[in-house]
C-alpha cells in the first residue's frame, strides 16, 4: 500500500509513517531518506547536527544515494548528482518486482535536465521505492533504465552511503566480510586481504570490499542492537569512519561525530554496471535492526542471519 504522506514545512520534505514504525524526512532533495526508527522512538540512523538540508551541498547523513558516479571513480563531482537533485513522486510507476501486501512504500522518479546531460551525456529513469515492511524493516529499490536514442550504452558505479548511529565506535564490529579482499581508500587503493574475524575501528577506516555476501552485520555492544543489511545486484561493501581529524575538517560534520556513526554501503563500484539503451538494473537495499545474539564471537544465525528475501536481481 502506498504510505501516507505529508508535506511538511521545510521543502520538498515528505514524512511517511507506518504504525509504530517510520522511515520518516524523505526529502525529494536527493531522494534522501534522513530517518527511519524502530518500535520504541529510536532513530537508526545518523544524520549530523551541523547537516545542511539545501542545495547545493549534500545532506550528511541519512541515506545518500551516489549515483552516476561513487567517490571520484570519474570525471564528475563527488559521489555522482543524484543525491544534489530535487526528485519528484512518482505517481504511475511500473510494477516493481517485489511483494507490496502489507508494505507501506513510495515511489520517486528521477530524470537528467539539460545540465546534467552537459556533464554526463545520457538519457535515463531512475526509479526508487521506498518501503516498511511489517516488522519495520527498510527497503530501498533502485531501478535505472537506459532511456539513450542514440544507441549507445552507459555505466556507472553506485552506491547507497547509509549512515547507522551507534551508541560508540569503540564498541562496534562489523561482521561478514572476514577474509575478503579490499581497496584501501587510505593507501592508493592498493588491494589487501582482510585477515581480522571482524572489522573493529581504532583509527580512520575507509574500505571497498569486493565480491560481498549479501549479508552483513553491524554489531553495537553497547545498545545490544545489530543492524543486519540484506543487499540485492550489489556486490561491493563500503566501511568508512573518518575519525577525529577529518571529522574536524568536515565543516557539515561536528568534531566528535564520528563516534556516533559508522557507514556500511552496499555498491557497485569495482565494476561499472553498464546497460544497453532498453536495459534495466535493479539494486536493492534492506535493513533491520534485532537484538545482539553474540556468543563465541559469532552472531547466533537463527537469530540475526537468515535467508535474504532480497534476491541477487541481473540487468533485464
Known amino acids: 500500500m502506498a504510505l501516507d504522506v505529508t508535506m511538511q514545512s521545510r521543502p520538498q520534505l515528505l514524512r511517511q509513517s507506518r504504525s509504530r514504525y517510520s522511515a520518516e524526512l524523505v526529502y525529494l532533495y536527493g531522494g534522501h531518506v534522513t530517518s527511519w526508527k524502530?518500535?520504541?522512538?529510536?532513530?537508526?540512523?545518523f544524520v549530523s547536527n551541523k547537516a545542511i538540508f539545501k542545495p547545493p551541498?549534500?545532506?550528511?547523513?541519512?541515506i545518500p544515494i551516489c549515483f552516476p558516479q561513487f567517490?571520484?571513480?570519474?570525471?564528475?563531482?563527488?559521489?555522482?548528482?543524484?543525491?544534489?537533485?530535487v526528485w519528484t513522486i512518482d505517481t504511475d510507476p511500473p510494477p516493481f518486482p517485489v511483494p507490496t501486501t502489507n508494505t507501506a512504500y513510495i515511489d520517486l522518479i528521477l530524470k537528467p535536465t539539460e545540465e546534467d546531460l552537459k556533464i554526463w551525456p545520457h538519457s535515463f529513469e531512475y526509479r526508487l521505492r521506498v518501503a516498511l515492511s511489517p516488522g519495520g524493516d527498510l527497503m530501498l529499490t533502485s531501478r535505472i533504465r537506459n532511456t539513450n536514442a542514440d544507441g549507445k550504452p552507459f555505466s556507472f558505479t553506485f552506491a547507497y552511503h547509509t549512515y547507522f548511529k551507534i551508541s560508540d565506535i569503540s564498541e562496534v564490529r562489523v561482521e561478514g566480510l572476514e577474509t575478503l579482499d579490499y581497496l584501501d581508500n587510505l593507501q592508493d587503493r592498493a588491494r589487501f586481504t582482510e585477515q581480522g574475524d571482524a572489522i573493529v575501528f581504532e583509527s580512520e577506516l575507509d574500505r571497498i570490499y569486493l565480491g560481498t555476501p549479501s549479508k552483513i552485520a553491524i554489531i553495537d555492544h553497547e545498545k545490544k542492537r545489530t543492524f543486519v543489511v540484506r543487499k540485492g545486484g550489489l556486490p561491493d561493501a563500503v566501511v568508512w569512519n573518518?575519525?577525529?581529524?577529518?571529522?574536524?575538517?568536515?565543516?557539515?560534520?561536528?568534531?566528535?561525530?564520528?563516534?556516533?556513526?559508522?557507514?556500511?554501503e552496499a555498491a557497485a563500484i569495482e565494476k561499472p554496471v553498464t546497460l544497453k539503451?532498453?536495459?534495466?538494473?535493479?539494486?536493492?537495499?534492506?535493513?533491520?535492526?534485532?537484538?545482539?545474539s553474540y556468543?563465541?564471537?559469532?552472531?547466533?544465525?537463527?537469530?540475526v542471519i537468515q535467508d535474504s528475501s532480497v534476491p541477487e536481481d541481473s540487468i533485464s
Open 38 to 45: 524502530d518500535e520504541h522512538g529510536d532513530e537508526l540512523l
Open 57 to 62: 551541498k549534500a545532506i550528511r547523513g541519512g
Open 71 to 85: 567517490s571520484n571513480f570519474g570525471n564528475l563531482e563527488q559521489h555522482g548528482f543524484a543525491r544534489n537533485r
Open 242 to 264: 573518518p575519525w577525529d581529524k577529518k571529522a574536524k575538517a568536515m565543516s557539515d560534520f561536528g568534531d566528535d561525530e564520528y563516534k556516533r556513526m559508522v557507514c556500511v
Open 277 to 292: 539503451p532498453g536495459e534495466e538494473w535493479t539494486g536493492k537495499l534492506e535493513l533491520s535492526a534485532v537484538p545482539s
Open 295 to 303: 556468543y563465541s564471537g559469532q552472531l547466533d544465525p537463527d537469530r
